[in-house]
């Protein structure tokens, strides 16, 4: 017969599962510091030699690690997601930044009909408290913070559309785009009517998801994400011929 003995489960087993559910959701995010020991054992309501199994369980299995002198921290899980020669190659190839973009088009865009599908009441609020603060950002003209709401806003529908594969996968894409990999954000804060033609794109993108519009809100991300493309393109164009320009400059003035 199918059937076994019945047996308690380990406290340390039952912290791991609620700790890898939270990593696996994306509320604990990678670097992030946990509670020091004594709090974390009374939170979870275990005792502390229970809380260290557990803990060196999820050290073994690279979810969690040590800082010597300064405490517990979820893993760098999303570094491995691409190799270090990948992330070099992307980041001196023009060819990475459009096919990069061309993916988020489409994965954003699915995620969007997600959100406004699937996502709680909840999940919209915290779009709709980030893209108040893009709001008041754009008043202050501060490039780096605006380029780090953009990112909250982006990742903010993408934890609303519940799919974790998606979440982390997108996750460590966007670590790429913060550490300048595929290109500069701010570059596309440099002009004032691109700051305000973003900030009306991300404006269309909210409405869609606060009206629970699936389709609006994909055409919105698919708009501003195509806006960008052509926005770097520009960009480039305006590069090159400045570049030129330069060297006609030095010729005249060498002659």
């Not at 980030?130 to 380029?147: C, L, P």
């Not at 990999?181 to 701010?186: G, I, P």
């Amino acid at each position: 017969m199918p059937f076994r003995p019945v047996t308690q489960e380990k406290l340390s087993h039952a912290v791991i599962g609620q700790i890898e559910q939270l990593i696996l959701r994306g509320i604990l995010r990678p670097g992030e510091r946990l509670p020091a020991e004594r709090e974390l054992a009374e939170r979870f309501g275990v005792s502390r030699p229970s809380l260290r199994d557990a803990i060196s369980q999820l050290q073994t299995t690279g979810l969690l690690s040590t800082k010597p002198g300064a405490g517990i921290y979820v893993a760098d899980v999303l570094g491995s997601a691409f190799s270090p020669a990948l992330i070099d190659l992307f980041s001196r190839h023009d060819e990475a930044v459009f096919d990069y973009l061309s993916f988020r088009r489409d994965m954003e865009g699915l995620a969007a009909m997600r959100a406004a599908q699937f996502g709680s009441d909840t999940d919209l609020a915290v779009v709709q408290t980030v893209f108040d603060k893009m709001e008041k950002a754009h008043t202050k003209r501060d490039a780096n913070e605006e380029a780090q709401l953009d990112a909250q806003f982006h990742m903010a529908i993408i934890e609303a559309s519940h799919n974790v594969v998606m979440l982390h996968m997108m996750r460590s894409m966007y670590e790429l785009l913060r550490g300048g990999v595929f290109y500069n954000r701010q570059v596309m804060f440099k002009q004032k009517i691109s700051r305000s033609a973003l900030l009306d794109q991300h404006r269309a993108i909210n409405n869609a998801l606060q009206s629970r519009d699936p389709a609006a809100a994909r055409a919105a991300v698919e708009a501003h994400l195509t806006y960008v493309a052509a926005s770097l393109t520009d960009q480039q164009k305006a590069d090159r011929n400045d570049q030129i320009a330069r060297q006609r400059l030095e010729h005249e003035s060498n002659t």
